[in-house]
């Protein structure tokens, strides 16, 4: 599996704009379907926002539709969550997720679906 770092969390007041990153170990990243998740404490880590490995078949969580972007750069082994009018309620650890295999058929949107996680960043976005 390949190994995941993301980067780009902190603390921003509610109307700004973040963006995550998260790096792949290996160039394997390029054939991956790629994920965001995201938990607060005492909850289950819940479905973001997701990708092929061309940057297509894009799915987004309802909370997050029309806010957050994801997109890739195959060449630079790096999936990104851009973060637009963040409210109080996207406060939560990110995580970039992956998997090896996709069928263009299905949205993959359950913890179980992905077998690489980063380690997570914190957003906190106060009110």
């Known amino acids: 599996q390949v190994q995941l770092v993301e980067s780009g969390g902190g603390l921003v007041q509610a109307g700004a704009s973040l963006r995550l990153s998260c790096v792949a170990s290996d160039s394997v990243f390029s054939k991956y379907y790629m994920g965001w998740f995201r938990q607060t404490p005492g909850k289950e880590r819940v479905f973001v926002a997701a990708?092929?490995?061309?940057?297509?078949?894009?799915n987004y969580a309802d909370s997050v539709k029309g806010r957050f972007t994801i997109s890739r750069d195959n060449s630079k082994n790096t999936v990104y969550l851009q973060m637009n009018s963040l409210k109080s309620e996207d406060t939560a650890v990110y995580y970039c997720?992956?998997?090896?295999?996709?069928?263009?058929?299905?949205?993959?949107?359950?913890?179980?679906?992905?077998?690489?996680w980063g380690q997570g960043t914190q957003v906190i976005v106060s009110s």
């Open positions: 990708t092929a490995w061309n940057g297509g078949n894009i």
């Open positions: 997720a992956g998997r090896r295999t996709y069928d263009r058929a299905n949205h993959y949107t359950a913890v179980g679906d992905f077998g690489s």
